[in-house]
């Protein structure tokens, strides 16, 4: 699946960019904030969906939603949340779990977050 031009095109993408390039530097509220009013726009309805199935899920895991959705890889997103792959992985099974009520692998969640349009 191809991303949207749209999105890559965005100062907050792009800031992505720049952070994975340059792994000292972090996100700041502000800027995650902007993360998810762009993907709001550009994806109505992505938070609707997640929030729909898990109405408490936590901030940093939908900040992993928003960055699966966005086609990084795992490790990308560890380095961008400044957290462990393995902290991803597990989270990412989990959430297929909560989420989707499924069992599976953290490639299955992330087959499932991007489906959402």
Same mark, same amino acid.
């Given at each position: 699946?191809?991303?949207? %031009?749209?999105?890559?095109?965005?100062?907050? @993408? =792009?800031r992505l960019l720049y952070v994975l390039k340059h792994? *000292?530097?972090?996100?700041?509220n502000e800027e995650w904030d902007a993360l998810a009013?762009?993907?709001?726009? =550009?994806?109505?309805?992505?938070?609707?969906?997640? @929030?729909?199935?898990?109405?408490?899920? $936590?901030?940093?895991?939908? =900040?992993?939603c928003m960055l699966v959705r966005l086609h990084f /890889?795992? *490790?990308?997103? %560890?380095?961008?949340?400044?957290?462990?792959?393995?902290?991803?992985?597990?989270?990412? /099974?989990?959430?297929?779990? $909560?989420?989707?009520?499924?069992?599976? $692998? %953290?490639? !299955?969640? !992330? /087959?499932?977050? =991007?489906?959402?349009?």
């Open positions: 699946m191809i991303l949207e %031009a749209s999105i890559i095109g965005t100062p907050v @993408y =792009q792994p *000292s530097e972090r996100l700041t009013t762009m993907v709001d726009e =550009q994806l109505p309805t992505f938070r609707p969906t997640i @929030y729909g199935f898990c109405p408490d899920i $936590k901030k940093s895991n939908y =900040q992993i /890889r795992p *490790s990308k997103i %560890a380095t961008l949340i400044h957290r462990s792959l393995p902290y991803v992985t597990v989270n990412r /099974r989990r959430m297929l779990t $909560k989420l989707f009520n499924k069992q599976g $692998k %953290a490639m !299955d969640f !992330d /087959r499932k977050i =991007q489906m959402i349009r």
